[in-house]
């Protein structure tokens, strides 16, 4: 609901850095509420698609190379516009398994170590639109490893399921 409020502006309306409204290829740019906006060293915006039918990474096809390039491009822009940081100093990054059930995209400093923005659960964004470009069905078809926690109710299933 957190996600829907910001995109029906709702909520935190005051701290959209862009936004594009178009329902294909929209999204919404907004502080990770983790910065305190004061250090570009530790910059972290989200980027929260418009699109409610995307959860995660497994869903995107090639049909969603449109809002994914524009994603990029113009959260890019907009960062450089906003805060001075160019696009080539920036790492933009999906998590697999994300933390809610919305497709976003995280935009981080690359000097950043933000949480989850290691190897194991992030996909950087320009090799997703690399991969889609290539295989429509790619996150369909591949294997996506990524960590778990002990004390996650996911990891607790497979257990459960004998897969640990």
């Known amino acids: 609901q957190w996600v829907y409020n910001i995109l029906e502006k709702k909520a935190e309306a005051d701290r959209i850095v862009h936004e594009n409204p178009d329902p294909s290829n929209g999204f919404v740019l907004v502080p990770d509420l983790k910065w305190n906006q004061n250090q570009l060293e530790d910059l972290y915006l989200i980027a929260l698609v418009q699109r409610r039918d995307i959860k995660s990474l497994r869903d995107l096809t090639a049909e969603h190379l449109p809002l ?3 994603v990029l491009q113009e959260g890019k822009e907009a960062i450089a516009k906003r805060f001075g940081v160019p696009g080539s100093q920036l ?3 999906l998590h697999y398994q994300p933390s809610y059930q919305h497709l976003h995209v995280h935009c981080t400093a690359l000097g950043y170590d933000a949480p989850g923005s290691s190897v194991e659960r992030a ?3 320009a090799d997703v639109i690399d991969n889609l470009a290539m295989d429509s069905m790619y996150y369909q078809k591949r294997a996506l490893t990524f960590p778990l926690r002990a004390d996650e109710p996911l990891f607790k299933k497979f257990q459960e399921a004998g897969k640990v």
């Open 68 to 70: 994914l390039r524009n």
């Open 91 to 93: 790492r933009l990054y």
């Open 123 to 125: 996909h950087l964004l």
